[in-house]
């Protein structure tokens, strides 16, 4: 008997051993993953927070790309306009003497090719009209110099556009009188005077327009 309660001490005791030693396993066991969420929560918390920064800098950064590749372009647009503005205006500067070249050649050659006429009255009436197309042409021409001259340069052609009517009118009248009493006196001074009007148009294109 006494060996026999020694023997279920041992057991007993064994038994209780293994019990305490199952429970402070089974503690340590929860302490540990009690501890572990924590970190897991923080180290969430951490790499969300940096994602958000991460994704916030991104964004930031493409808006101040996109502000300035926005400025850039409205530089560029408005360069491009003045240039292109400054371009055309210097564009219609430049022809307008070649624009007046062009008509003068071309009422020049339609001259040339006119039909020739047979009496005196129908000479004298196409040279008329010649002159009075000349001189409207002259006047054309006066006014755009009007615009392109300074006040200073345009009192001075003013005073020698006077000057060559006058020479004009008086060459007409020599010239006519070469024919003084004839039927072809009034022709050749209407004549004269399409004739230079003409070659003032030329000559003021050519040394004034610009």
């Not at 400054?86 to 003068?104: I, Q, R």
């Not at 339609?110 to 001189?135: F, L, P, V």
């Not at 009493?181 to 003021?204: D, P």
Request: glycine share 4%.
């Amino acid at each position: 008997m006494k060996i026999n309660r020694k023997f279920l001490m041992v057991i007993l005791t064994v038994v209780l051993v293994i019990l305490a030693a199952c429970e402070n396993s089974s503690e340590e066991s929860n302490a540990k993953s009690n501890n572990g969420s924590p970190d897991s929560s923080s180290t969430q918390n951490v790499n969300g927070d940096a994602s958000n920064k991460s994704s916030k800098d991104t964004n930031d950064t493409q808006i101040n790309e996109q502000e300035d590749t926005s400025e850039n372009t409205s530089t560029n647009s408005n360069n491009e306009k003045s240039s292109t503005s400054g371009n055309g205006d210097s564009e219609v500067t430049e022809n307008k003497k070649e624009e007046y070249l062009k008509k003068l050649n071309e009422m020049e050659e339609s001259d040339k090719n006119a039909e020739a006429k047979t009496t005196t009255s129908d000479m004298e009436e196409q040279e008329e009209e010649r002159y009075e197309k000349w001189d409207k042409t002259l006047n054309e021409i006066y006014g755009v110099l009007k615009e392109q001259l300074s006040t200073e340069q345009m009192s001075k052609l003013r005073e020698e556009q006077r000057n060559w009517v006058k020479q004009r009118d008086e060459a007409a009248k020599e010239a006519s009188l070469e024919y003084e009493g004839g039927s072809t006196e009034s022709l050749e001074y209407v004549a004269t005077q399409a004739t230079l009007t003409k070659e003032r148009c030329y000559e003021l294109v050519a040394n004034y327009m610009k």
